[in-house]
């Protein structure tokens, strides 16, 4: 079964940060997907796309209000970053990662799994 987990969320003050991780599981990333994509889920919203790393080129993309303060990669293991920096309370919530076979992250094949939970608080 092809999976993704999510790992490395926390409790953190205002202004701290976090190094969320997405590993594969029974795949080689490249060979399952063309993107891999970072969602966060807070309290009573919708889930959004806050981040989403290309494969194979290596471009990243940003949703507006993690700009600068986010970034995406992934190293030579079957695993993806998502580095959390100046962490707003309005970043808390469940973070989760999914596999895409478009250049954008979007439709994610991958069925949602448990996430990681992030909470920023003083």
């Known amino acids: 079964q092809l999976e993704l987990v999510e790992s490395g969320g926390g409790l953190v003050q205002p202004g701290g940060s976090l190094r969320l991780s997405c590993a594969a599981s029974?795949?080689?990333?490249?060979?399952?997907?063309?993107?891999i994509g970072w969602f966060h889920q807070a309290p009573g919203k919708e889930r959004e796309e806050v981040a989403c790393?290309?494969?194979?080129?290596?471009?990243t993309s940003y949703a507006d209000p993690v700009k600068g303060r986010f970034t995406t990669s992934r190293d030579a293991s079957n695993t993806v970053y998502l580095q959390m920096n100046s962490l707003k309370s309005e970043d808390t919530g469940i973070y989760y990662c999914?596999?895409?076979?478009?250049?954008?992250?979007?439709?994610?094949?991958?069925?949602w799994g448990r996430g990681t939970q992030v909470t920023v608080s003083s």
């Open positions: 999914a596999r895409s076979w478009y250049d954008d992250c979007r439709n994610p094949v991958s069925s």
């Open positions: 029974g795949f080689t990333l490249e060979s399952n997907a063309i993107t």
């Open positions: 790393l290309h494969l194979f080129r290596r471009d």
